[in-house]
């Protein structure tokens, strides 16, 4: 032992500083006490801004347990100072580091610890199962004002009330943990202040119960990332609730990342999360993406994974407030291989949940699954479809509530809807298919809302129900295609088939558009079962058209046919003649007759009325 006036005794004030600044750091070393363990008033370790003193705990010869006790410890008041914690127990009811502007303060734990195969723990975390121990009874603040860092590459950390780093608004905090332990009440990394967390391994619990590891229900207990970052690449981590905003961000690589209630990303500010590589984030409530005007992201790649055992809200706000919430998730790269990528699961999506809020989503690669998923809830939302497979066992909605807007965009992967795809419920909602596969249980387009069938394949196993604009060119696969709205076959112009029945009620529109007399010139529709016609039949020109007397087009074909259309031509100067025979619909142009000869008898007649009033006269 080194200690300049002797070893420390119960009831001590411990200072380490320098005597002369030019001496440069130093070390006290502090080993075997055996069993006479102190209980300090508080422990000071301050050197200059150049020179720290390093107050060092390790191993005796004897291997004699080494313990004290402390009311408060502060490395790095004004100037530096470091702490080696390489064995022994310490407890204290509160420890910073780097208290003042421009100081610096350094502890160091660490110890033979290994980590359990199992989640189980031990009967109990303490320091039987370590060589080093460290336990704050109340707050451990890294970097207050000053500069602070705290690394542990083993041991068990307990921190019974709050872990910050970053403190105030000065202060720079970091804490790298590497093996070994860390529980605490909560963890603030950026307070007032910046802060980083970098995990490489061991065990980090946030609001759980060190000696079960069940999160504790009777207080709130979060992991909150202001202004700073948690890296994570490995170990695991497991929190009750979590917010990451203020500019926070959040890094995972690998490991375990496991939140027991609500994780809020972007809260009133911008928040994000990135997971790569092996990385795994299970959510077992809420994920809330941009809450009361904060904008919230997801990015995930390679084989990272999410599950979300709750909802997943891109873009809310809470009742009553009036702030809105923007959230953004992106799902995997183009340059993914068609056969990897991420994996995305929750109970239900909702993107924009509530009014002037929105949400977007946009999976390049990977599996999506969800149990149901709206687009556009009380806000705007819009899902791109460049890959990837996306499987929702319940109903797909866009523009789910009045006034809301809602927006599929598929390009590529596949689509698998198990029940309803409802486009624009009570709002209005658009979805564009130039790619891909949609596959569905039954689909609605409603008033004021589309579908744009542009490539790709479409399959609904019971009924396609439009009150909007359908319009396309392709093969639909469906039982039933009942048309109330507007149906327009081709993409100006083009072929669209129906592979089972064909209805039209007396609100429906078949609009054909003609561009030559060339069969790839004009639209068609062609039903593989049974077409029943009412409404209206819209003939419009393509391209300047104009048809000439006699021009044929046959735009309807069927098994079989019955029923007529109005018709209602946008072409003027020419009369349409509608054949419905051999189950086929075909239009025939005739002039409009000129009134040219009426013309011609106009005087006659007028000198036949004069002459008729003189004779009455």
């Not at 208290?99 to 290994?114: L, M, N, W």
């Not at 209630?261 to 809330?288: C, F, P, R, Y």
């Amino acid at each position: 032992m080194n200690w300049d006036n002797g070893v420390p005794v119960t009831g001590s004030r411990v200072v380490l500083s320098l005597p002369d600044a030019n001496n440069g750091d130093y070390t006290v070393v502090y080993d075997v006490l055996g069993d006479d363990f102190p209980k300090l008033t508080d422990i000071i370790i301050n050197g200059s801004t150049d020179f720290q003193p390093i107050l060092q705990l390790q191993k005796g010869t004897d291997s004699s347990p080494l313990y004290f006790e402390s009311a408060s410890m502060l490395v790095g008041d004004t100037g530096k100072g470091s702490l080696v914690h390489e064995y022994g127990t310490v407890e204290t009811q509160s420890l910073i580091l780097g208290d003042d502007t421009d100081s610096v303060g350094r502890y160091a734990i660490s110890g033979e610890f290994k980590l359990p195969d199992e989640i189980e723990a031990p009967a109990e975390w303490g320091p039987d199962q370590t060589d080093s121990f460290l336990g704050v009874l109340g707050n451990l603040l890294v970097g207050n004002a000053g500069d602070g860092a705290f690394s542990q590459q083993g041991g068990i950390v307990i921190v019974k009330d709050d872990l910050i780093l970053g403190s105030t608004f000065t202060g720079e905090g970091s804490y790298t943990l590497a093996n070994g332990v860390l529980w605490t009440g909560n963890t603030v990394v950026g307070g007032d202040g910046t802060g980083l967390f970098t995990q490489s391994g061991g065990l980090h619990l946030i609001g759980f119960d060190p000696f079960n590891l069940t999160p504790i229900e009777s207080e709130e207990h979060t992991l909150v990332v202001n202004a700073g970052s948690y890296d994570m690449s490995d170990g695991r981590l497991l929190v009750s609730s979590e917010i990451i905003g203020n500019g926070g961000q959040f890094l995972q690589s690998d490991g375990e990342h496991h939140v027991y209630k609500n994780m809020v990303v972007g809260s009133a500010s911008a928040g994000s999360i990135t997971l790569s590589d092996q990385a795994k984030l299970v959510v077992e409530s809420d994920i809330l993406l941009g809450l009361n005007g904060g904008e919230g992201s997801v990015s995930l790649d390679n084989t990272a994974s999410l599950r979300v055992n709750g909802n997943m809200l891109l873009g809310m706000r809470e009742p009553g407030g009036s702030e809105s919430g923007n959230g953004i998730v992106i799902q995997g790269s183009e340059q993914t291989s068609a056969e990897g990528g991420p994996s995305v699961s929750a109970g239900s999506v909702i993107l924009g949940n509530d009014a002037t809020t929105t949400g977007a989503y946009t999976l390049h690669s990977g599996t999506f699954t969800a149990g149901g998923v709206v687009v556009g809830q009380g806000g705007s939302g819009t899902f791109r479809q460049t890959g990837g497979v996306a499987a929702i066992r319940g109903n797909l909605e866009l523009g789910a509530v009045f006034d809301s807007i809602g927006t599929y965009e598929l390009s590529s992967g596949s689509l698998d809807v198990s029940g309803l795809e409802h486009i624009g419920g009570k709002g209005t909602a658009t979805f564009t298919q130039t790619g891909g596969s949609n596959t569905a249980g039954s689909m609605t387009v409603g008033t004021g809302s589309n579908y744009s069938f542009q490539g790709g394949s479409l399959t609904v196993t019971d009924t396609i129900n439009n009150y909007g604009l359908f319009q396309g060119a392709g093969e639909i696969n469906v039982e039933t295609f009942n048309n109330d709205g507007t149906l327009a076959p081709g993409n100006s112009p083009g072929t669209l088939s129906i592979t089972g029945d064909f209805n039209q009620g007396s609100e429906g529109i078949l609009a054909i558009e003609l561009g030559g007399t060339q069969p790839s010139l004009f639209d068609t529709l062609n039903i593989m079962g049974e077409a029943n016609l009412a409404g209206t039949l819209l003939i419009e020109s393509w391209d300047n058209f104009m048809p000439k007397a006699g021009d044929s087009f046959t735009i309807l074909t069927a098994q079989n046919l019955s029923g007529q259309f109005l018709i209602d031509s946008k072409i003027t100067g020419i009369n349409w003649i509608a054949s419905y025979r051999d189950n086929k619909v075909s239009l025939t142009a005739s002039s409009v007759p000129l009134p040219g000869a009426a013309l011609l008898l106009a005087p006659v007649l007028l000198g036949l009325v004069g002459f008729r009033r003189k004779l009455a006269a």
